[in-house]
């Protein structure tokens, strides 16, 4: 059985990943506002 901080590594590292696809996403829609107003 893996150690507790091994867990809380994979945890930390899903939590980082979604951000950065959230991010990624609103990043890419604001963009896409933009170019639709200009």
């Known amino acids: 059985m893996p150690s507790p ?3 809380r590594g994979l945890r930390n590292g899903l939590i980082i990943s979604i951000l ?3 991010v990624i996403i609103v990043l890419a829609r604001v963009l896409f ?5 200009f």
């Open 5 to 7: 901080d091994f867990f």
């Open 20 to 22: 950065l696809w959230v």
């Open 33 to 37: 506002l933009l170019c639709n107003i």
